[in-house]
């Protein structure tokens, strides 16, 4: 058996927060100038802000067969490799960039090199990717990955490696860096310690992909990979977990635990965590500088719609003050547009980003993903812009357009309302006046709050452009 090598390829999206171009930068009218600019802006953004590998990549390249040898390329910042012969590449695909991965896939197929299709979207869609993929990962790939490699060696790729139970995150898995860039990024110290929701929000799949049991890593293992990334990569940790707080015993363990460290992290949290001073305790001391919270809507309908029930309004001011309090940096991730939503809330919205002080408010535009609850139900009720059946037309952007109508506010009503919400959040004084405030972590608060301004911007044109669109 001859060795092979394995090209692993994380796709960059066009727009999000890969970078935020025009999603109308095709347009003649942009300009050369204007095309220039924005692409170096949206580099910068890119690198700035959301310069982290991709987790699954990093998982992947460490489960090791002999006589494979595994690359990551990260098209948000590398160039295809391909003055280097590859045996198989293995691409992730997102539901918001399906075209540009399944673009490549051909490309890459096209000259003879085995593709491999796994991520969220082969996980939820796998009947509209087989024809793109020599082979199909459907689900965690944290085990199987060992078998296609097994199999590649033998020359007898399957067609399908369907993972039937979600993987036992107890069981200790090595994540190295050794096939990645290290240079290309912020930090690469990202690291999961569960994976799975007990919620159910229905515009978010992670609950559709990860299940609704949270599954843990043990203490020791999470302690042992922080100890051996700090060994390579001295900067910030990023906890990906989407709810570094929802086993709260788990979390004050693992963080006290962590305190002898002297690492500093970020992560995504509930505001719950604001009642929990022994919690949030452990958090502060563990060096925790900045969370991201999803309140979504200030209005409890809105969310109870969007069947989101954890964090009840009248709760969150107090718990975001606490945090602040306890000098944490908190990103406060709001969504206006949700079903019980009115004109009232962006005036709802400035007063609590006022009173609460989020040191960068994201205000975002409800999302339909194909494969989410809202998805489906936006299309039952006849209220998506585009065809169910057009995945392309669900591509990620940064708040650019609408892709459905909202339940109680007109389109043609919603999009000003909106696109002047962002405009009275998202100034360079508003910029200033958060870092001044900030409990820590001035200098990156005022740079997101700055690179807001211009992302904000950037999407109201796009926006108000639709807007002349439908009229
Ligand atoms: C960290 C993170 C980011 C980071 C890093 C990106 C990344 N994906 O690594 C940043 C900040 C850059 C980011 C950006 C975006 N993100 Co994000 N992000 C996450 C988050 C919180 C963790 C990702 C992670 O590392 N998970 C842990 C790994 C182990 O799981 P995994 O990626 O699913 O990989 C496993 C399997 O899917 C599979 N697999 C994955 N890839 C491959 C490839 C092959 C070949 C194989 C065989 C298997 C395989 O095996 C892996 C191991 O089990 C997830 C939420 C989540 N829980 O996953 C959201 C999530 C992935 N993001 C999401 C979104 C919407 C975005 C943005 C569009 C936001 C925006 N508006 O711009 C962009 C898109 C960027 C892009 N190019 O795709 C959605 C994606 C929805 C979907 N169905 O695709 C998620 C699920 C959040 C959500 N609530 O819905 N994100
Ligand atoms: S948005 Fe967060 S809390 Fe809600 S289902 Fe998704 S991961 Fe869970």
Redesign the pocket.
């Known amino acids: 058996m001859s060795g092979k090598s394995v090209l692993?390829i994380?796709?960059?999206?066009d727009?999000?927060?890969?970078g935020t171009a025009s999603l109308d930068s095709a347009s003649p009218k942009h300009g050369l100038f204007g095309s220039l600019k924005e692409r170096v802006l949206s580099n910068v953004i890119r690198r700035a802000q959301?310069a982290?590998?991709?987790?699954?990549?990093m998982?992947?390249s460490s489960v090791q067969v002999t006589g494979v040898t595994q690359t990551i390329c990260d098209l948000?910042f590398e160039r295809l490799p391909l003055d280097r012969h590859w045996d198989m590449a293995?691409?992730?695909?997102?539901?918001?960039?399906v075209k540009p991965a399944f673009e490549l896939a051909r490309s890459l197929r096209s000259k003879g090199i085995k593709v491999?299709?796994?991520?969220?979207?082969?996980?939820?869609f796998p009947e509209r990717c087989r024809d793109h993929g020599d082979a199909l990962?459907i689900?965690?790939?944290?085990d199987?990955?060992r078998e296609?490699q097994e199999d590649l060696l033998l020359g007898e790729l399957k067609a399908e490696?369907r993972v039937t139970s979600f993987?036992d995150l107890s069981l200790d898995r090595v994540v190295g860096k050794g096939a990645l860039d290290i240079g290309s990024y912020f930090t690469t110290n990202?690291v999961?310690t569960t994976?799975g929701?007990p919620y159910s929000c229905d515009?978010?799949?992670?609950h559709v992909?990860?299940g609704h049991r949270l599954r843990h890593r043990t203490i020791p293992s999470v302690l042992r990979e922080v100890e051996s990334f700090l060994r390579e990569d001295k900067r910030i940790f990023?906890f990906?977990?989407?709810t570094v707080n929802a086993d709260e015993h788990y979390a004050e363990k693992l963080f006290r635990e962590l305190i002898p460290f002297g690492i500093s992290w970020v992560g995504?949290a509930t505001t719950a965590l604001g009642e929990k001073p022994r919690l949030l305790d452990a958090f502060a001391r563990s060096g925790c500088g900045a969370l991201l919270v999803g309140i979504e809507s200030l209005a409890d309908g809105s969310n109870h719609a969007h069947q989101k029930f954890h964090n009840p309004a009248v709760r969150q001011a107090a718990c975001i003050r606490n945090i602040r309090e306890a000098g944490i940096c908190v990103y406060g991730s709001f969504i206006y547009g949700l079903d019980e939503d009115t004109l009232d809330m962006p005036r709802m919205l400035e007063e609590f980003i006022e009173e609460t002080g989020i040191d960068v408010p994201g205000i975002?535009l409800l999302?339909p993903?194909p494969?989410?609850g809202v998805f489906d139900r936006l299309a039952l009720e006849g209220r998506l812009l585009h065809s169910s059946d057009d995945h392309d037309a669900f591509r990620?952007?940064?708040g650019q357009e609408m892709l459905y109508r909202p339940q109680r506010i007109a389109l043609e009503e919603f999009i000003p309302s909106y696109t002047a919400l962002t405009g009275r959040i998202f100034t360079v004084r508003n910029a200033l006046k958060r870092a001044m405030r900030a409990p820590r972590l001035r200098s990156a608060v005022f740079m997101f709050n700055l690179l807001y301004v211009h992302m904000y911007g950037t999407a109201r044109k796009d926006l108000l452009r639709q807007l002349e669109d439908f009229a």
């Not at 727009?15 to 890969?18: C, H, I, L, M, P």
């Open positions: 692993l994380f796709i960059q999206a727009s999000g927060v890969d959301f982290i590998p991709p987790l699954s990549l998982i992947l948000r293995g691409i992730s695909v997102q539901t918001g960039a491999v299709l796994g991520g969220p979207y082969v996980t939820i990962v689900g965690e790939a944290d199987i990955w296609v490696y993987p990202v999961q994976r929701c515009f978010c799949n992670v992909m990860n990023f990906l977990d989407d995504q975002n999302r993903i494969g989410t990620f952007s940064w």
